[in-house]
């Protein structure tokens, strides 16, 4: 039994519809990302998988539990990490973490153990009798991951853990969440804009645009998937006429964008690409000044498979209600 | 149980750890019972009034004379002469006096003909209050001017004696129930409904929902920990403004544990009423935008600031569904009359049916899911 199954599922807010027939699965175990621009219907999905908003059709099971028929076993057996941090400024760390243990039922004894367990492991049992107002950022959100395993769930939702942080406290995020994930039978559906991460971190992607699944592998395939396999940004002393035309016309070249008189071109063999643009250059009379080549990442996959178009659609009013104190909510 | 005590726990512990919202919740009600109460309830004093005395002869000084005592015992008005009625009646219209007595030149003559005789109070009206105070003041004088000095044998008239059978009530002590109960609302107001919402938009919500606390559990929890709060508002508010406003016997146990019933009953109304209204609200401006007039729409019909009995009949109307009339009512007959259950039954009868109906509406319009 995988530990997420989706089906068809399918949300719509009156004729919009934010999540299109989305069907996959998620292994026991496994770190699965979730990726897809602004609007791109990432949050539903994950509000739909947590039972906070029902499906409109299709189903969705959690650790075997349906999230319409059985919710409250899906509830027992998740945590979920919001994209606003939710923690109580005026409540101290242990105050915060324990409400929460105690909505989700754990009994006193495991309570206390799992309280300290989890501040060390997120390192901030230094800060447990601290008002969470005078927390980082970084260190709010490592709380609510400490908080989101309380009560030891199966499976872990996270919404945008890092957004808003700086590098470094976006690596510690990490950095615990996989020591947390090494010592429990965890599976972790996360969803993130940072594609780094997700490369490093996930064993399988999702991609999904415009409530649709546009892309499921490992990122390791995800970036076999596409056209190019390297990426060279090249500029020249002087550009010929019709040079970018020329470029095109080289063996092995996908694609060539000039941009500020910088030349970005896709090839499938960035080596072989790199010596015929010293010769075409030679011959055209110009000169390389600048030459760089690198391998396709999750960017050049991402940028592939959603275009560059800017999403700048209206967000679903019903759900945005944290417009006040939130950066932005995301559907 | 545990998940609704945790919701109350997370609620009465933010509450003990911000000083603002125990200030707006505790003291600011008692701040308004005193600048309110005493700010409408003290009796008229000092007002002047300038006697134009034309006439000048023994029944004028008499009357003067009268006047003079009243401005040195009860202190209702004092007297400036003015020799001139014209430069009397500018100083009036000038708002240097309060009225004008004028004594016209025939008055002693008709005093002793038993023609009529008349004096004049010229007065600004424009004050109200001020002007009823010197028409009873001079209604009185006047009375007593005409008393007969002997009292004949048989009465010839009939007389009004008045018994009060409640000891003096002052306008503040008149003005606690409703500041109680005020008070109680702006707890509710503010823990039922502006931090209802706050925390709906904050994102606080959405970390409940996916716990597995029933729907149930997290109205109760809410409305619970709301109640509390309104509770302990108004346990303060009673006992402290009972103090202050001199209320009779202010600790009697038994009329403590009456009065903790009706701050029992009125809170969960109160919070019930605030829950139903707010129930379907995202926008935490609503409730900020609604509160004022809130106020406004179900304090004053009460009967909190001013008598019922003077409310219009379609006010009247209104105000017996205003639940606020009937927590006055009953913090009305244990504060200023220390009556037992059986005048408050209405009331508490009242208060359980509207939290019910309330509570109710709620429950089934609230959602849990976002």
């Known amino acids: 039994m995988a530990a997420v199954e989706v089906e068809k599922l399918t949300k719509k807010f009156g004729d919009f519809t934010a999540v299109d027939a989305l069907s996959f699965e998620v292994a026991k175990g496994e770190i699965f990302g979730l990726l897809g621009p602004n609007g791109a219907g990432k949050s539903t999905l994950i509000r739909m998988l947590t039972t906070l908003i029902p499906p409109t059709s299709g189903a969705a099971r959690i650790n075997g539990f349906d999230v319409t028929r059985d919710p409250d076993h899906v509830r027992r057996a998740i945590g979920v990490i919001p994209q606003a941090m939710t923690s109580d400024l005026d409540l101290t760390v242990t105050e915060n973490m324990l409400i929460f243990a105690k909505l989700y039922g754990v009994p006193r004894a495991r309570r206390e153990r799992e309280l300290k367990e989890l501040l060390a492991a997120v390192e901030l049992s230094a800060w447990a009798d601290k008002p969470v107002k005078f927390l980082s950022g970084g260190m709010r959100r490592r709380l609510e991951i400490a908080r989101g395993l309380i009560h030891e769930p199966k499976i872990f939702f996270l919404d945008e853990p890092t957004t808003g942080l700086d590098p470094t406290s976006r690596i510690a995020v990490w950095e615990m969440l996989m020591k947390l994930k090494a010592g429990r039978d965890l599976t972790i559906l996360v969803t993130t804009h940072y594609m780094d991460e997700a490369d490093r971190l996930c064993n399988r992607i999702a991609i999904v645009d415009h409530g649709k699944l546009v892309a499921l592998d490992s990122p390791l395939k995800l970036k076999a998937s596409i056209p190019a396999t390297s990426f060279l940004e090249v500029s020249f002393s002087k550009l010929p006429e019709g040079w970018t035309e020329q470029l095109k016309g080289l063996p092995d070249v996908e694609s060539v964008v000039e941009h500020d008189q910088v030349f970005r071109i896709a090839s499938d063999n960035g080596p072989r690409t790199m010596t015929d643009l010293m010769d075409a250059a030679k011959r055209a009379g110009t000169e390389v000044v600048s030459l760089s080549v690198k391998s396709t990442t999750l960017d050049d996959v991402f940028t592939h498979y959603t275009g560059r178009q800017l999403r700048d659609e209206l967000q679903s009013g019903k759900l945005d209600i944290g417009y006040m104190y939130r950066k932005g909510s995301g559907i | 149980m545990n998940r609704i005590l945790a919701l109350l726990e997370r609620d009465m512990r933010k509450f003990f750890r911000s000083p603002t919202l125990m200030i707006v919740s505790l003291v600011l009600p008692l701040v308004q019972l005193v600048i309110f109460g005493y700010a409408f309830g003290g009796k008229i004093k000092n007002l002047k009034v300038g006697v134009v005395d034309q006439d000048d002869r023994l029944p004028a000084i008499k009357l003067r004379e009268m006047m003079q005592a009243i401005a040195a015992n009860a202190k209702t008005f004092e007297t400036v002469q003015y020799s001139d009625m014209g430069k009397a009646l500018k100083d009036l219209r000038n708002g240097r006096i309060n009225g004008v007595l004028n004594i016209p030149p025939n008055f002693s003559r008709d005093v002793a003909s038993q023609t009529n005789p008349k004096v004049a109070l010229i007065e600004d009206n424009t004050d109200e209050i001020a002007t009823s105070a010197l028409e009873g003041e001079f209604a009185s004088l006047v009375g007593a001017y005409n008393a007969n000095p002997v009292a004949p044998r048989v009465a010839a008239k009939v007389t009004l004696s008045v018994v009060e059978i409640y000891p003096y009530v002052p306008y503040i002590q008149f003005l606690l129930p409703g500041v109680i109960v005020l008070s109680i609302f702006v707890s509710a107001m503010i823990g ?24 149930f559990e997290l109205i109760s929890g809410f409305t619970l920990s709301g109640t509390a709060k309104a509770i302990l508002t108004g346990i303060v508010l009673t006992v402290l403004g009972s103090l202050i406003a001199g209320v009779p016997d202010a600790l009697d146990p038994g009329r403590l544990l009456r009065l903790m019933l009706v701050i029992v009953l009125t809170s969960f109304a109160l919070i019930s009423m605030m829950f139903l ?35 219009p009949k379609w006010m009247k109307a209104y105000a017996q569904a205003d639940p606020f009339t009937y927590a006055v009512g009953a913090f009305k007959s244990l504060l200023l009359k220390n009556t037992g259950f059986v005048a408050i039954t209405g009331d508490l009868a009242f208060l359980i049916i509207f939290s019910a109906l309330m509570m109710l509406s709620a429950t089934l319009l609230f959602r849990r899911t976002l």
């Open chain 2, 277 to 311: 209204m707010m129930v379907r609200v995202n926008d935490p401006l609503v409730p900020r935008a609604t509160f004022g007039v809130l106020n406004t729409l179900l304090w004053f019909p009460s009967g909190a600031v001013y008598p019922t009995a003077g409310f």
């Open chain 2, 192 to 215: 039922g409904g502006i931090i209802y919402i706050d925390d709906k938009a904050r994102g606080m919500h959405e970390g409940y929902l996916v716990t597995p606390i029933s729907k």
